[in-house]
């Protein structure tokens, strides 16, 4: 049997494990999830589990296929921009955590509320676009009315901060930045830290 065979079983009963624990409540689930996000490593388990996440939810499906077209096609059909997948996501939530800031911005300008915390982590779209660096879906939120309040710790700010510096990011403003900057002087009340950025 192919190498290759061998890590898609893994990656498909990881993915099944993952789903079936969430649902009971693991924390364990919760921090495999956690790792998933922003990895590398696991590619294939969060692909697989977005697949089975959102089967039978079309606008989920265009936005985890990257499909503008399909997703507009959805939207137009009366597909609900508020209805969640397993994990109680929103396609928004979804849109956020894969970066993709198109979809973010066709969702919310369907009404798609910004402020719907998922089932697993109690996250908002901005703190999942923030926690895996996707700047630009963040921006898109924000512009789009989000509450920059959602950003949960001064670790996601930074993260922020530090994606439009490595980027030069022309979608972000320096008065963006530095908001982010004093946001995190407030979140982490430590002046060392902060000296560091």
Not at 18 to 30: D, F, H, I, M, P
Not at 114 to 134: E, K
Not at 146 to 159: C, G, K, L, Q, S
């Amino acid at each position: 049997m192919p190498h290759f065979l061998h890590y898609t079983f893994i990656e498909y009963f990881a993915a099944s494990w993952l789903l079936e624990n969430q649902e009971k409540g693991s924390e364990v689930a919760k921090e495999v999830w956690l790792r998933l996000l922003n990895r590398d490593v696991g590619v294939g388990v969060r692909h697989i589990l977005e697949h089975m996440l959102s089967d039978g939810l079309p606008l989920h499906r265009a936005v985890l296929e990257g499909s503008e077209g399909a997703l507009e096609a959805a939207l137009e059909a009366g597909g609900d921009p508020d209805e969640s997948d397993r994990f109680g996501r929103t396609a928004l939530v979804q849109a956020a955590s894969l970066g993709r800031a198109d979809a973010v911005g066709a969702l919310r300008a369907k009404g798609c509320d910004p402020g719907r915390r998922d089932a697993l982590l109690g996250w908002t779209a901005l703190r999942y676009a923030s926690a895996c660096g996707h700047l630009e879906a963040a921006e898109r939120l924000l512009q789009g009315g989000a509450d920059p309040d959602h950003f949960v710790t001064h670790i996601d700010i930074r993260n922020l901060v530090f994606t439009a510096a490595k980027l030069n990011c022309p979608g972000v403003s320096q008065s963006r930045i530095s908001w982010w900057n004093i946001r995190c002087m407030e979140t982490s009340g430590d002046i060392n830290y902060l000296l560091s950025l």
